[in-house]
């Protein structure tokens, strides 16, 4: 395979004239890697959510994109997200999700770290019994900590902490939804799933972001939220989707409903909204719940869907949240052979990268658009320092 630079001009044209991203971005292990470190890396990406250390000293390792990460919530209540290396032979810390009652300790020599990553002790450093020495600072030797924030209770990450602040960059986003910007509750172990999926992670995105598919894909959604029913999300350079104006608030036999989100506008009565946040998380929002999708790339062609859903009390009615759960993982489940498919077609040789309908395709274009910049910005030389 040609691992030159893929000519990305066909990609960037207008919506019309364009092609989708060449087959290289799906197949490719090194397109895998560039694009690794130009679009997940160098942007915020999602890594999880808050309700995965949902109590002080919760520590949970994760590895994403080949880096093992520590999700902790301190003493403070504040979740941060460390390398899950220790600093002294980079033995990993934590294996398996725990509670840190005291401190984080390396199993293999014993130094300690607290849950804000400061090293306190290291025991036999200087010696049997000398638990200091001058040429270790442990001032300077603290869990290199990954830039965070948190949002919508999804942990967003800046691996090489070059990006400008998230609430720079997702400004316009933060203001659409500045009606859920409120408490949101996790719906707990049965308001989570995983969805394994055989596809690059992109097209999860690409497939996300469009209704165009749902006649066909998803029929019994498309019964009552039809194709005209339906509207663009379009943000370039930041997010893109697509919303409904005919949301179904889901009801139980004795009639019983999810606690509505206070303060929201009329329009949420009946409306709801499904967005990209570039790079890779997914997120809903209705009146009653909302949903984040974070997904996690495990090679060109694995993808794992970390799927969560919240709403607008802390308690309901826990038969109502298990068929919610039901009905989103049938709808999520029912796209599986769509972006698998795509995935095998990218295999075909003489495929362009596709093209786009210039009615329907718009979010999707935005988002092949998008990686194509940084993946431009990724390659451009540096500037010489004037």
Known sequence: ???????LSHVRRPLAQANGLPNAHYIDPNVFDEERQAVLFDNWAGLGVGADVPDIGDAVPVTFLSIP??????KAGEIRVFQNTCR???????????????????????????TDGRLVSTPH????????HEGI?????????????????????????????????????????AEFDKPIYHGGPDSRFELEVNCNWK?????????YHLPWVHPGLNSY??????????????????????YRQ????????FPDFEGLDAKWDTAAEYITAYPNVLLGVHRDHTFAIVLVPEGPDRTAENIHLYYAHPQTDADLRARNTEQWKEVFAEDIFVVEGMQRGRHGPQFDGGRFSPAMDGPTHLFHDWVAAQLQRHRAPPQAAE
């Open 69 to 74: 990460l520590l999700m902790v919530r301190d």
């Open 1 to 7: 395979m040609d691992h030159a630079p893929s000519d």
């Open 250 to 257: 889901l009801t139980g036999a004795d009639g019983v409903r």
């Open 203 to 211: 097209l999860a995105v690409e497939n996300y972001c469009e209704s």
């Open 88 to 114: 002294h032979r980079g033995m990993i810390l934590v294996d398996t999700p725990r509670k840190i009652e005291g401190a984080i300790r390396c199993p293999y020599h014993s130094w300690c770290y607290s």
């Open 125 to 132: 450093v200087g010696g049997p019994g000398r638990n200091t």
């Open 225 to 246: 939220s039809r194709l005209e029913d339906h509207y663009h999300i379009e943000a370039p350079g930041s997010y893109s989707g697509q919303g409904t104006l005919v």
């Open 137 to 177: 600072d442990r001032a300077l030797l603290g869990l290199i900590e990954i830039r965070s924030h948190i949002w919508m209770d999804v942990i967003w990450i800046n691996v090489s902490g070059t990006a400008p602040s998230f609430e720079v960059v997702n400004a316009d986003l933060i203001a659409r939804w």
